[in-house]
């Protein structure tokens, strides 16, 4: 008997919102997860119920990036009914199995988004082709609180990245200093050449945008929402990115606008 056609057909588009900013930049259009995500920005929503929520959203922009990035390929496997029938096999295709892939955590706000999709990755692709990375990074702030730059204690890379998908989990994407650090530690000092960069975020700024766009355009970036609550009202009725030089998303002190506050802290339940 012919194989089914339809198991070998692959159509993913993925739903996005319309903008001005590169083409890597992808900002998702799910009003299922939008509201999963005001909930998490709510000064309610403490833990165990964040770390929740925080897992839906992840496990939305990790389906999302993997549907769009990576390949597949064709497998033929026994179903249960091959008891009954010989017709019971699927033929068609699948993620391909041969995928590399490394999971950066960006310590501490990354730890359980990094958690969250490397177990993931691990159920979908064979567990000794992933691996998690971790960085120990943190903002470095002057005496008015205001970002200088990253302050990175430590790391531990455990192998090369050839032919990866790596993978930045970082829920706020606010200045782009520690994405920006991290990538180009990794172009930089990790061997090998990745297949791709894709840094995955609850919420962006204009601001981080225009940074990663600068210093790493080739990375892929995924994010429920773009948070540019302090540009000017007419930049606001506008679609994203067409009044760059009018787009705000950061206080002074660099915190997002309406944001979610410090998800670090909430995440940890540590408040220092």
Known sequence: MADDSEFFKTNFK????????????????NLYIQTILTQLCEPST????????????????LRVSVNTLFE??????????IEFTKEG??????????????????????TWPSHQCF???????GPSLIRQDHFYINRSVNENGQVTGVDVSGSKIGGDQEDSFVFFPDPMGATGGSISHCVDYYKKEVKGKAKKYIALHLIITPEYIERMTKDHPDVEIFALRLDRGLSSEEALRNIPGKLKDQERGLTDNQYIVPGAGGVGEVLNNSFV
């Open 46 to 61: 403490v833990q165990p119920m964040l770390n929740k929520l925080v897992g839906i959203c992840y496990e939305e922009l």
């Open 119 to 125: 177990e993931d990755l691990s159920y979908l692709i």
């Open 14 to 29: 993925i739903s996005q919102k319309e903008h001005c900013f590169s083409s890597n930049v992808h900002l998702l259009d």
């Open 89 to 110: 096999n699927f033929h068609g295709k699948n993620i391909d199995q041969k995928t590399r892939a490394v999971v950066v955590d960006l310590a501490r706000a990354g």
């Open 72 to 81: 597949s390929e064709v497998v033929k496997k026994e179903t249960r009914m």
